[in-house]
């Protein structure tokens, strides 16, 4: 099946029973048009893709087989480009020159964060009862208790 069907002529088929056979589908949808390909998923199955040569063929057919045998029947859409695929680009589209003087925008806006200090006491001044006690672990034993 090509990747660059005209428009509107290749349709989804899912909801498929895993022994679905090509000649069932090749039937059915040549009823509605000449078909100029069928591809039928194997693993994992369940879903099929059927071309026409006209997309007014690929419309009737959707109109005509959905729902029949529990099989969902749509015009598939076109597959994405690579980079909407994997969220490429900056956030909230635009290109990538926006993306980088936004970001130069934003840090002269920001004021400079002071610089935090902990104090730390040292080890030998502080007060063990703020600590809990750690709690008492039996690595031996597993399981349920022994009565």
Known sequence: ?????????????GNLEPDTQESVLSDEF???????????????????????EDPRDAEDAVTGLAGKNGWRVEVARPPRARDDRFGGGPPGGGD??????????????????????????????????????PAAVDRDRRGSPEY
């Open 30 to 52: 040549s009823k509605y048009g000449r078909i100029s390909s069928c591809w039928l998923a194997r693993n994992p199955s369940g879903f099929a893709f059927v071309q026409f």
């Open 96 to 133: 990538r020159r926006d993306y980088e003087r936004r970001d130069d925008r934003d840090r002269r806006e920001r004021s400079p964060v002071p610089e935090r200090r902990r104090e730390r006491s040292p080890a030998g001044e502080r007060d063990r009862r703020d600590r809990s006690p």
């Open 1 to 13: 099946m090509s990747r660059d069907a005209p428009p509107g002529t290749k349709v989804y088929v």
